[in-house]
């Protein structure tokens, strides 16, 4: 009998890649259906029947109708097209300003970063106090041992009574 060994990160990949995929063809399926809804409507979603308002779901209205008669499920279909396309504009429009914005500010400021080489000949202690709080998890706890973190380029300091040795690094 063969055995089939396979890693934890190689089937996480294969689910996600899944997921992708299905939740990209049911967006692609809603886009279209909402593209094309007013050939899906099976009654105009605006006319109003007064004689069968606030009717429960039937044969004919699988949604049932509002209180001026209208059915919902050509509402619903209606409705989409408004919704998935503002809001697909919404972000049409806002990853452009994004972007715009990023742009701006990258070619203004430019990037801002030092090396390791130069922070330690510079500032040994700011070095140790970042390589530090990379470490220390991003919460209260780790906000309040931050605190408590001293780090100096020099022996003589404030905390001698520590016996603090100095690591040469």
């Known amino acids: ?21 299905l939740f990209s063809v049911l967006a692609i399926a809603l886009i279209a259906c909402s593209f094309f809804s007013e050939y899906l409507t099976p009654y105009d ?3 109003q029947n007064l004689d069968i308002a606030k009717q429960a779901p039937t044969k004919a209205h699988p949604l049932g109708t509002d209180r001026y008669g209208r059915d919902m499920l ?26 715009a914005v990023g742009v701006t500010c990258g070619w203004v400021g430019g990037l801002k970063e030092t090396q390791y080489k130069t922070l330690m000949a510079e500032a040994s202690d700011k070095a140790m106090t970042y390589a530090v709080k990379g ?32 690591v040469e690094i």
């Not at 050509?74 to 809001?87: D, L, N, P, Q």
């Not at 209260?140 to 408590?148: D, E, F, Q, V």
Request: proline share 4%; hydrophobic share 45%; aromatic share 4%.
């Open 1 to 21: 009998m063969k055995t089939v060994k396979t890693s934890i990160g190689t089937v996480r990949r294969n689910t996600v890649k899944a997921r992708l995929i």
């Open 45 to 47: 979603p605006y006319l």
């Open 74 to 99: 050509s509402r619903v279909i209606a409705g989409s097209r408004a919704s998935i396309f503002s809001t697909l504009l919404l972000v049409a429009i806002i990853t452009t300003l994004g972007t």
């Open 135 to 166: 470490m220390v998890p991003s919460n209260t706890l780790g906000a309040k041992a931050m605190t408590r973190l001293h780090c100096y380029k020099a022996a003589d300091h404030a905390h001698a009574a520590q016996k603090p040795e100095a």
